[in-house]
């Protein structure tokens, strides 16, 4: 990998979920979680969690009750009208492919969406599934043909993604329908962050512990408000849209009964166990 972030283990990108609340101020994490079967949106406070009546999209209207942070069932966090991801978006990952000349731009399903915690469910007959440890862009608003400036007031806020990715059916199907969009290929989450400053954070993704991905988020090719001008150009980008922005080195293939972690700083950790379906 040609740029790599230093960053200790014991540092702020691998305190526990309830930490995370308690950084700067300036900067709030919202999470959509499940409790007594009933799914409901909140803003992290320390080790609770304060419930909204709807979206944080919506504001902080508060409901009135709290919850701890353990005691609930964390969700991606957004429901999306939309999954948009984004390719060949660090020169780590390119290989011997030239830099791109703008965004290039792919679908995921919404159905691929799974929540921290639960499974990556390897298919019977895929034999090359890999990580792809990537930061992920929340839609605030309205946008179409935005200006840079436009695009950036339009970003809600960020996440935390894996793009978990088939190669070999990457490689031979006409489209990636499936080998991007299995279902349980799109884990996110844990939380959103509103008001953090992206450029100064950085990416880790661990394999059973190991880290094998590690970037700083300041080397995306094109940065968050460019990716959302490009894509507003040709369509609408709607409130709750996310964009999936890129993996940074390189991938590898995970297998049944590893686990996988995907950190960046000041979002918190996206863990999910890998499993055969």
Same mark, same amino acid.
């Given at each position: 990998?040609?740029?790599?972030?230093?960053?200790?283990?014991? #540092?702020?990108?691998?305190?526990?979920? *309830?930490?995370? *609340?308690?950084?700067?101020? #300036?900067?709030?994490? %919202?999470?959509?979680?499940?409790?007594?079967?009933? /799914?409901? %949106?909140?803003?992290?406070? =320390?080790?609770?969690?304060?419930?909204?009546?709807?979206?944080?999209?919506?504001?902080?209207?508060?409901?009135?009750?709290?919850?701890?942070?353990?005691?609930?069932?964390?969700?991606?966090?957004?429901?999306?009208?939309?999954?948009? *991801?984004?390719?060949?978006?660090?020169?780590?990952?390119?290989?011997?492919?030239?830099?791109?000349?703008?965004?290039?731009?792919?679908?995921?399903?919404?159905?691929?969406? +799974?929540?921290?915690?639960?499974?990556?469910?390897?298919?019977?007959?895929?034999?090359?599934?890999?990580?792809?440890?990537? $930061?992920?862009?929340? &839609?605030?608003?309205?946008?179409?043909?935005?200006?840079? *400036?436009? /695009?950036?007031?339009? &970003?809600?806020? %960020?996440?935390?993604?894996?793009?978990?990715?088939?190669?070999?059916? +990457?490689?031979?199907?006409?489209?990636?329908?499936? /080998?991007?969009?299995?279902?349980?290929?799109?884990?996110?989450?844990?939380?959103?962050?509103?008001?953090?400053?992206?450029?100064?954070?950085?990416?880790?993704?661990?394999?059973?512990?190991?880290?094998? +991905?590690? +970037?700083?988020?300041?080397? $995306?090719?094109?940065?968050?408000?460019?990716?959302?001008?490009?894509?507003?150009?040709?369509?609408?980008?709607?409130?709750?849209?996310?964009?999936?922005? =890129?993996?940074?080195?390189?991938?590898?293939?995970?297998?049944?009964?590893?686990?996988?972690?995907?950190? &960046?700083?000041?979002?918190?950790?996206?863990?999910?166990?890998?499993?055969?379906?």
């Amino acid at each position: 990998m040609r740029s790599t972030m230093m960053i200790s283990r014991r #540092s702020a990108l691998a305190l526990p979920l *309830a930490a995370y *609340a308690q950084q700067a101020p #300036s900067v709030k994490r %919202y999470v959509r979680f499940l409790r007594d079967g009933r /799914a409901a %949106y909140g803003l992290m406070d =320390g080790g609770r969690i304060r419930e909204l009546r709807g979206s944080p999209l919506a504001g902080d209207v508060f409901s009135g009750a709290t919850h701890p942070s353990s005691a609930v069932k964390l969700l991606y966090p957004i429901e999306p009208p939309k999954v948009i *991801a984004v390719g060949l978006n660090y020169k780590s990952h390119l290989g011997s492919n030239p830099l791109p000349k703008q965004p290039e731009i792919f679908f995921k399903p919404t159905t691929c969406l +799974q929540n921290p915690g639960d499974p990556i469910l390897i298919p019977r007959d895929a034999k090359n599934v890999h990580y792809e440890a990537e $930061l992920v862009i929340v &839609i605030g608003k309205k946008l179409r043909n935005a200006s840079l *400036a436009e /695009a950036q007031a339009g &970003i809600f806020g %960020y996440t935390c993604g894996n793009d978990v990715s088939e190669r070999d059916w +990457q490689k031979g199907d006409l489209q990636w329908w499936r /080998a991007k969009g299995t279902d349980t290929f799109g884990p996110m989450g844990p939380m959103i962050a509103t008001g953090l400053d992206i450029s100064k954070s950085g990416i880790e993704l661990r394999l059973n512990g190991e880290t094998r +991905q590690k +970037q700083v988020l300041s080397d $995306l090719i094109f940065d968050c408000p460019t990716c959302v001008q490009h894509i507003s150009r040709y369509m609408t980008l709607e409130p709750g849209d996310v964009i999936f922005t =890129g993996t940074p080195g390189t991938t590898a293939a995970m297998k049944p009964g590893d686990t996988v972690e995907v950190e &960046i700083g000041g979002i918190g950790m996206l863990r999910n166990p890998v499993k055969a379906a």
